[in-house]
């Protein structure tokens, strides 16, 4: 490796030319060096951190070599030309695979390629299949040659820099972003436009401040320490603060700052984010005020509520004596829908409590297969209602998982429940618990429609049902998975699904294993 091996490859790659298309300016000159020493190989090559590239070739199919089996890593160690006359009498390159196999190098001859620091960063070289001498005169024309190539560099290199340049002022005119470049304290050094459209000043009042001053007073020792942090090396820098407007107004900026310690300067662009900063504090504010609503409605709902449905299941239960045939009917629909709407009162309050951290789960070592049968077995009657066949596989049998039992039934019991309901007639809904990469795996499965792919995004949100519409089939809320995928995560696991329009749903989630109770 060079000395310089890391000023070499910023030169190298500052060139902007590796991995470009072909120039016919650099082409025109490997012709050149190929006719006028009657090699069959000549190659213009760039030598980066683990390869040579070739910028032009001729004679030579591949675009680029290995570095640490290239002749050009050895040539750009001098300023001078390397001239190797047998490869396979060299001790460098005896044993090399670029002499023993294809191209079968035999004799090189490489000149080093400056960039305008001084750096070498290539090489201009002829590749011959035979041994042969190289003269004075021939390492003059080579040299002569190279530096024809690195006229085409710089040339193509302050090409390159004034489009550029030109390209960074119209888009600092443009931008609706607010770009600049700054010093490490702050100074503003170049502003685009957007800076002067978004807070009102002038450019001359714009760059008499700096970063930290333009922060209103509150927000700047929070600014001045972000910048600090650019200082002690960190390589991103992104925080909000309250900017000052000329009219005496702020407005919110959001900033990407990418400090260069190599060159003490930070580039940043920073957003206007005011409107939704006030949006968000909003919508925040009236999901705030919709919770408390929600759980203040449904608490004071509940208590009667309840009393309401077991009177109802007294009634239909018989104990004011055998009720007239239209009666019945309607205190049992009563009592039905008195249920459904206590059901969806608990799973408000339950979301509730798991957004605000207020549920509370008991999490001990229990053995999870009897769970699965409490279930199925609490779930044959609403199977029998949709014709669908319940079946439970137990592969895991007295594996044990810490988990809240009441919760873990109210997850299976969402499963469940969801899976007969979109099971077609005479199906089955499979329920199961099995190993998988030490871990218990519980599977709930349907042979339903599967779930629509617009819809798979949505599955886990509250409130979200395929078919939102009044006169949908299937009753339910469209909580109980967003339920289930809470009370999941706070037992360790993640509720996960698979789905095959027409084929079915696969609802899946996996827990740590306990290790068995000790016996005696």
């Known amino acids: 490796m060079p000395a310089d091996e890391h000023r070499r490859l910023q030169a190298l790659r500052a060139l902007c030319l590796l991995d470009t298309p072909p120039h016919e300016r650099f082409d025109r000159i490997v012709r050149a060096a190929a006719h006028l020493f009657r090699v069959p190989i000549a190659l213009v090559t760039l030598v980066d951190e683990d390869r040579q590239w070739f910028k032009a070739r001729l004679g030579l199919a591949a675009p680029q070599t290995p570095r640490d089996v290239s002749f050009c890593g050895h040539a750009i160690l001098s300023p001078t030309s390397l001239i190797v006359p047998d490869a396979l009498h060299d001790p460098r390159f005896h044993d090399n695979p670029l002499v023993l196999g294809a191209p079968f190098i035999r004799f090189y001859a490489g000149h080093p390629l400056q960039a305008s620091d001084g750096s070498r960063v290539g090489t201009l070289c002829l590749i011959d299949t035979q041994p042969r001498d190289f003269s004075d005169a021939d390492r003059a024309a080579l040299a002569d040659l190279a530096g024809w190539v690195e006229v085409e560099l710089h040339a193509l290199d302050e090409r390159e820099a004034r489009a550029a340049l030109a390209q960074q002022e119209r888009f600092f005119e443009v931008s609706r972003d607010m770009l600049c470049i700054a010093a490490m304290d702050g100074t503003f050094l170049r502003l685009s436009k957007a800076w ?4 009102g000043f002038s450019e001359a009042e714009l760059y008499a401040t700096s970063l930290v001053d333009l922060a209103l007073e509150e927000d700047r020792d929070a600014t001045a320490r972000h910048l600090a942090r650019a200082l002690e090396g960190a390589s991103v820098l992104q925080f909000e ?23 003490g300067l930070l580039f940043a662009v920073a957003r206007d984010v005011t409107q939704a900063r006030l949006l968000s504090d909003e919508r925040q504010r009236v999901e705030r005020m919709k919770n408390e609503f929600i759980s203040t409605v449904s608490h004071e709902l509940r208590t009667p509520l309840t009393s309401i449905r077991g009177s109802l299941g007294l009634l239909c239960g018989g104990i004011a004596g055998p009720l007239a045939p239209p009666v019945e009917q309607m205190v049992s629909i009563a009592h039905r829908n008195s249920e459904r709407l206590l059901r969806l009162i608990n799973d408000i309050l339950d979301l509730e409590k798991m957004e605000s951290g207020g549920l509370d789960l008991h999490l001990t070592s229990t053995d999870v297969a009897p769970l699965l049968e409490q279930a199925l077995q609490a779930h044959q009657g609403y199977a029998a209602e949709y014709g669908v066949h319940l079946e439970v596989v137990v592969d895991a049998p007295h594996a044990r998982a810490r988990v809240d039992e009441d919760r873990f039934g109210q997850v299976l019991a969402n499963l469940l429940s969801n899976a007969i309901k979109f099971s077609p007639q005479g199906e089955r809904v499979l329920l199961s618990l099995t190993r998988e990469a030490g871990a218990l795996r519980v599977e709930v499965t349907d042979h339903g429609p599967g779930i629509p792919e617009a819809f798979q995004a949505r599955v886990f949100q509250k409130f979200a049902q395929a078919d939102a519409s009044d006169t949908r089939r299937r009753p339910g809320t469209g909580l109980g998975l ?3 995928h809470g009370l999941v995560a706070r037992m360790g696991g993640t509720l996960r699904f698979t789905t095959r329009a027409g084929e079915g749903t696969r609802f899946s989630f996996d827990l740590p294993e306990c290790d068995p109770t000790p016996v005696g």
């Not at 002067?196 to 807070?199: D, V």
């Not at 900033?255 to 190599?262: E, I």
């Open 196 to 199: 002067s459209r978004t807070l």
């Open 482 to 484: 967003s339920i289930a």
């Open 241 to 263: 603060h309250r900017a000052r407007c000329q009219d005496g107004s702020w407005r919110w900026l959001q900033w990407n700052a990418a400090p260069d310690p190599d060159v």
